[in-house]
């Protein structure tokens, strides 16, 4: 069996112990989600700072949607190719794109992709899913 520390890169801190970058990184993640809720403001430098500020404005403009799971793989089955399942879904924007494209076949390959995503899901007692 394969020790973790071999898995992951280490470094050593001023004081020569191990940390593991991983770990490290999720720290720092913690760190700054815990700043956030605080109010302070958000000082985060370089690539990874943009990264994670364009990550935090997604996760709070990302909605929840409810559908039924039957109707939404029918229209993804006979109208995936061209969106129908996004604009059932309630996403009007996705849906646009997909028909914008639908001649280049991309969107039958994300419709392959959103197949894949919805299919394990599990419909509640109405028959609802939440994605």
Not at 47 to 58: A, E, K, S, T, V
Not at 70 to 92: A, S, V
Not at 97 to 122: H, N, Q, R, S
Request: charge should be positive; include cysteine.
């Amino acid at each position: 069996m394969v020790q973790k520390e071999k898995l992951a890169p280490v470094m050593e801190d001023l004081g020569g112990e191990k940390i593991q970058a991983q770990r490290l990184a999720e720290l720092d993640y913690e760190a700054q989600a815990a700043r956030i809720s605080a109010g302070a403001e958000d000082k985060t430098y370089g690539i990874w700072g943009n990264i994670w500020r364009f990550l935090q404005r997604r996760e709070k403009r990302k909605g929840s949607y409810r559908f039924t799971k039957k109707t939404y793989l029918l229209l993804m089955l006979l109208t995936g190719w061209m969106g129908g399942h996004r604009y059932y879904q309630g996403r009007w924007k996705l849906g646009l794109l997909y028909t914008a494209f639908c001649w280049t076949g991309i969107p039958l390959a994300l419709c392959i992709t959103d197949f894949m995503e919805v299919m394990p899901l599990k419909a509640d007692e109405n028959g609802l899913v939440l994605l």
